[in-house]
């Protein structure tokens, strides 16, 4: 079986799947600085509960970031004659019906200057959430390496940005799929 075809499987009737390309250095970067920066709060916190004992109820949301952060990270995507899924770790799948896309292409990582991150990850375990691009506008992310971007265009909802590991392949099974694609 193909590389990019494993993972556990999003829907029944999937014909093609895509795993999601490995975590770039600024987001490898990013998730160790943020995880080491957070258990160092937890310990102090550990530490004060013992003079002031309501403190510990601040650890429960430290913890639970980092663990919504992984349960959306996205681990695949997939193809059937209906529509794309893009699978995450823990969190529901989303679904994005073929015939709302209108275009689909690639972004070249010195088009994400200046973008601007609304709500979301912003680099701790992917890219996941809303940002804003210049050029593009307001965006949906669910990606894991800025370096290997596909923009999904959708009608009448904002652009969603993908990251699988190879972008050729998903490109040419996306096309194969809904072959009016523009891009």
């Not at 995880?35 to 109820?57: A, K």
């Not at 919504?68 to 969190?91: C, I, S």
């Not at 307001?138 to 390496?145: E, G, I, K, R």
């Not at 009608?155 to 891009?183: C, H, K, M, V, W």
């Amino acid at each position: 079986m193909p590389k990019s075809h494993q993972f556990r499987e999003a829907t029944s009737g999937v014909i093609e799947r895509f795993i999601a390309a490995p975590l770039d250095r600024q987001a490898l970067v990013r998730t160790a600085m943020t995880l080491t920066g957070l258990v160092c709060i937890v310990v102090l916190i550990f530490m004060l509960h013992q003079i002031l004992p309501l403190v510990i109820l601040f650890a429960a949301p430290i913890m639970a970031m980092p663990a919504l952060a992984y349960a959306g990270a996205p681990l695949g995507y997939a193809l059937d004659n209906r529509a794309l899924y893009v699978e995450r770790k823990a969190l529901r799948t989303l679904r994005v019906p073929l015939d709302q896309i209108v275009a689909v292409r690639l972004v070249p990582r010195a088009s994400l200057y200046g973008a601007m991150r609304v709500y979301g990850t912003g680099g701790l375990f992917g890219w996941a959430g809303r940002y804003r691009i210049r050029n593009v506008g307001a965006v949906s992310m669910q990606a894991t390496n800025l370096e290997r971007l596909i923009v999904i265009e959708r009608r009448r909802r904002r652009p969603l940005l993908i990251s699988p590991a190879d972008t050729n392949a998903f490109l040419a099974g996306l096309r194969r799929q809904y072959r009016t694609i523009e891009g």
